[in-house]
């Protein structure tokens, strides 16, 4: 089956820091990869997106690349703000041929960033 | 436009009782999503709705859960009855299908407190 695995957290660094979260995933045929972010107390938020092999999704400084060689979509942000601390979600989408069957979506990373 | 809303947002019972939750999704958007999302996890889908019809409940303990979106619209989640074990933030998703290319749009969730 699906299936969708980042790193632990929580993660801390200093503002201004370089970020890399780490994904990976397993899935049949090309499923499509996404980035959600949840700040707290609100709703998950579609960060980015990446929909084939070597496409890059990129929005608000923070980019990923779709590595169909070895499964991964990391998430990276050059410099990091206090306001980006948040739980990250890695998760795939697949069309099981019937349409789309949902979001999988990994376990959450919690980042956390000091002034 | 609007998002998803649900309600309520939060929601504490005892166990045994009845209780539902109710997804109004974004306007135009035909495929409807429930997840479950407990503490330090990424969610996990219950049921997805194609306009009225529910094409994938695989994942919905049908022994005591149940949903319904009647008109294609409005969705409803209803649990009965309730164990301490369901004690976790039930979200409400949209997207305008169910393609690969259609992001989905989460609700801020219920909290749910079984006690």
């Known amino acids: 089956g699906n299936s969708v695995t980042q790193m632990e957290g929580p993660v801390t660094l200093s503002e201004e820091a370089f970020l890399t979260i780490n994904c990976t995933y397993t899935a049949t045929g090309y499923p499509s990869l996404f980035w959600y972010v949840q700040y707290p107390g609100e709703g998950l938020q579609l960060l980015l997106k990446a929909t084939k092999a070597d496409d890059k999704g990129s929005n608000k400084g923070f980019e990923a690349t779709y590595r169909k060689e070895t499964t991964s979509f990391h998430l990276e942000k050059g410099s990091v703000q206090v306001s980006d601390s948040a739980v990250y979600f890695c998760a795939l989408m697949r069309d099981s041929g019937g349409g789309a069957d949902g979001l999988t979506f990994g376990k959450g990373t919690h980042l956390i960033i000091q002034p | 436009e609007a998002g998803v809303v649900q309600s309520p947002r939060y929601k504490i019972i005892e166990k045994k009782q009845p209780v539902a939750f109710w997804c109004n999704p974004i306007?135009?958007?035909?495929?409807l999503y429930w997840y479950l999302q407990n503490l330090g996890q990424g969610p996990e889908l219950l049921i997805r709705y194609e306009n009225e019809e529910a094409v994938d409940d695989s994942q919905l303990p049908k022994d005591r859960f149940s949903a319904e979106r009647l008109k294609g619209v409005d969705s409803t989640l209803k649990i009965q009855p309730a164990e301490l074990g369901d004690s976790a933030v039930y979200l409400c998703?949209?997207?305008?299908?169910?393609?690969?290319?259609?992001?989905?749009?989460f609700g801020n969730g219920t909290r749910l407190t079984v006690t």
């Open positions: 998703a949209s997207s305008l299908d169910s393609g690969l290319n259609s992001p989905l749009h």
């Open positions: 306007s135009g958007h035909n495929t």
